[in-house]
């Protein structure tokens, strides 16, 4: 037996048989890796794959289901229903309107061909063609916008136009994009083209509030979409691409130069030849003329912020009658303008601002800035500013109520309380001075004497009386004027010093009419009885005197009895004058939106000149009405009197209060003290 033969393990034998040529290679344990890794790979690549579809189709059923479901109900419902406003002026005419405008669907067999033709070979030439999106419309676009080196061409296809502007909202994200893409395959496979088109003439925006082709035609044009010429609907065509831009109603010159692409197009796509459209380039459309004055802007604004404030959720027609004076508002508009040119460079001064309320509280005029068209932000009703002395007929008006009077004699004097020195404006000693004078040159020293012994109590009391809701800051500082206030509150302040007391709360709605007719709000007027009358009289012969001895005196406007009060906040940054006749108060700001210091811009010289501008021009034609307590010809006996006068006397009185005030006094007056700006031994130079 061989070796082989006793070997127990036959296969042994077997390798040993094998020539070693034939004997495979050992094992390479880099090889063995890589194909362990592979191994290892292809469970955790299928399962990363198996996960992303999952998320994929998770995504794409969210998607279907939180979009889709509602389409065909608001497709149903027809435009939403919202609030819109028609807003006039106190003579009845239309000045504004804020809301959607829109009007019933108009069938599309009912439009003109002309404008449908228009519509398409100005948006969408293939509209008939494609699928709801269209690579040949968009290639196009984008050659078109190469050439000219800007956007002149959109490639949006009309069916994706309707699933964006109507369905979506203007966020530029990859979810909208794909709601958008998802909403044009389903309308192009559940809606027939006409029935996408329809939608798309009926709801699309087509500029100053009005939302398809009928709304828009009646309020360019006076008449319905079934009636407009073809320069007309060539009009219309032009301005789904920039509403705003291409609105007639805010340059027409410019509409008609959309409305010529819009005739080119169609002679380019062949719909129309050039004989055709011969006749509306000859004769380009009208536009009904609607009085547009951008000042009033910003109180229809504010009237409609008020509106939809105390009615939300509330949808529907309305016509509101409000309190705007329009010869008033002209003023107010060309006082701003005037000032903010005359020294708006000189003084580095960018905006104003401008309010005037009727006795009653009714706001007449209201101009919140230097353009409605570059900041919707309204200055009067919504800054709040400091007003510096403007606040200080507040503080005096505090001092009445607890004793004092203008007579009063007061010394200027340096005034520290906890370390703060406040200075005057004027650097001068003005020595013993009655309270009326301390008032009409603004000396800063007194007034904070005066604050300190009445106290904040009393002055923030008498604030929210005034109408000036906001708490005061707890300290000294605010009887100079640096708590904020807005300018129709300040304004409606001192209207209470010209109204006897008594204060009305300023309001621009008179009354809002429903689409049938129904009186939904008449405003009854509400009278509170802020401050004895014999107070407001004593702060309107002070403030009388701000404008005639003081510094108020670039606001006198000739032959009318007038009251009022500048004021100018730390560094210039806020010019203030607030004042009134017997017919209105008016109030006027400056200063910049960044809260920058200005260049010398006062209340003495910007502001007070801008208001005898306004006023000028407010009063003309009125018959000047009584300003009780402007003028006086009594003396300490008479002043102490508590009775009224009556018969012969009361006629006295009132001849006496209509005369023009005198230049000097008797010589009887102050004696015991001087008056501010004398010596000793008589006037000194000012």
């Known amino acids: 037996m061989s070796q082989d033969d006793d070997d127990p393990y036959p296969m042994r034998a077997q ?27 292809r469970p955790g690549f299928l399962a990363a794959v198996s996960f992303v579809l999952t998320a994929f189709i998770i995504c794409v059923f969210l998607l279907v289901s939180q979009t889709l479901p509602n389409l065909q109900r608001a497709i149903d419902a027809g435009p939403d229903e919202s ?27 009912e439009m003109p061909p002309y404008l449908i033709m228009a519509v ?15 690579p040949r419309g968009i ?19 009309i069916t994706q136009q309707v699933a964006k502007n109507l369905y979506l909202d203007n966020s530029r994200t990859v979810l909208r994009k794909a709601q958008e893409a998802l909403i044009t395959l389903w309308l192009e496979n559940n809606l027939s083209k006409d029935e996408i088109l329809t939608l798309y003439l009926n709801r699309i925006y087509m500029g100053a509030g009005n939302y398809g082709m009928d709304a828009a035609a009646r309020y360019y044009f006076g008449k319905s979409v079934r009636d407009v010429s073809l320069p007309e609907a060539a009009i219309l065509a032009g301005l789904p691409k920039a509403p705003s831009r291409f609105s007639p109603s805010n340059d027409l010159e410019r509409a008609r130069a959309r409305a010529g692409q819009v005739l080119d197009r169609l002679v380019s796509s062949g719909t129309l030849t050039a004989q055709e459209v011969a006749g509306a380039r000859a004769n380009p ?3 009904v003329v609607r009085a547009r004055a951008e000042g009033q802007e910003y109180f229809v604004d504010w009237v409609a912020g008020q509106i939809a404030a105390a009615m939300p959720g509330t949808t529907g027609r309305y016509t509101v009658r409000t309190t705007l004076d329009p010869r008033r508002q002209k003023a107010a508009t060309a006082a701003i303008e005037k000032a903010l040119a005359d020294a708006g460079a000189a003084h580095n001064v960018s905006q104003g601002a401008l309010v005037a309320l009727g006795p009653d509280g009714a706001v007449r005029a209201m101009v919140g800035g230097k353009s409605h068209l570059e900041s919707q932000f309204n200055r009067a009703a919504q800054a709040l500013r400091q007003p510096g002395s403007a606040f200080k007929p507040i503080v005096y008006l505090a001092a009445l109520e607890a004793g004092y009077t203008p007579d009063s004699p007061i010394t200027d004097e ?17 020595g013993t001075v009655s309270l009326a004078t301390a008032l009409a040159h603004s000396i800063n020293t007194i007034a904070v004497q005066i604050g300190n012994k009445v106290g904040l109590d009393r002055i923030g009391a008498v604030a929210r009386r005034l109408g000036l809701e906001r708490p005061l800051p707890r300290n000294l500082s605010v009887v100079l004027g640096s708590s904020e206030v807005t300018l129709l509150e300040l304004t409606s302040a001192y209207s209470v010093f010209g109204n006897e007391g008594r204060r009305s709360a300023p309001y621009g709605i008179a009354e809002i009419v429903a689409e049938n007719g129904d009186k939904i709000f008449t405003h009854t007027p509400e009278t509170v009885q802020a401050a004895k009358p014999e107070h407001a009289h004593d702060m309107t012969y002070m403030l009388y005197n701000a404008m005639t001895e003081g510094t108020g005196r670039a606001a006198q406007i000739g032959g009318r009895l007038a009251a009022g009060k500048t004021g100018t906040s730390q560094d210039n940054r806020d010019a203030w004058f607030i004042g009134y006749t017997g017919n209105e108060t008016a109030g006027v700001w400056f200063g910049n939106d960044d809260n920058s210091p200005t260049d010398g811009a006062a209340g003495g010289n910007v502001a007070a000149s801008a208001w005898q501008t306004y006023m000028s021009v407010a009063q003309a034609g009125q018959a000047p009405a009584p300003l009780p307590g402007a003028v006086r010809y009594r003396d300490a006996t008479i002043r102490t009197a508590v009775s009224a006068p009556s018969g012969f006397f009361a006629e006295l009185s009132d001849l006496f209060s209509a005369a023009p005030k005198l230049e000097g006094r008797s010589a009887s007056w ?11 031994g008589g006037p000194g130079k000012r």
């Open 285 to 287: 459309a009208d536009v």
């Open 670 to 680: 102050g004696q015991g003290f001087r008056r501010g700006g004398e010596t000793l």
């Open 83 to 109: 609030l819109m406003l028609t807003v006039l002026d106190a003579e009845g005419n239309e000045i504004g309107t804020r809301g959607k405008r829109t009007a019933p669907t108009v069938p599309l067999g």
């Open 139 to 157: 290639a196009r676009a984008m050659w078109s916008n190469l050439k000219a080196f800007d956007f002149v061409e959109g490639g949006s296809t």
């Open 15 to 41: 390798q040993r048989r094998v020539p070693a040529h034939d004997l495979p290679e050992p094992p390479d344990p880099a090889e063995d890796e890589r194909v362990r890794a592979t191994r290892r790979f």
């Open 120 to 134: 398409l070979a100005t948006e969408d030439r293939r509209f008939y063609e494609h699928n709801g999106f269209d």
């Open 414 to 430: 340096p005034v520290s309380m906890g370390g703060w020195m406040p200075r005057n404006a004027a650097a001068r000693d003005w």
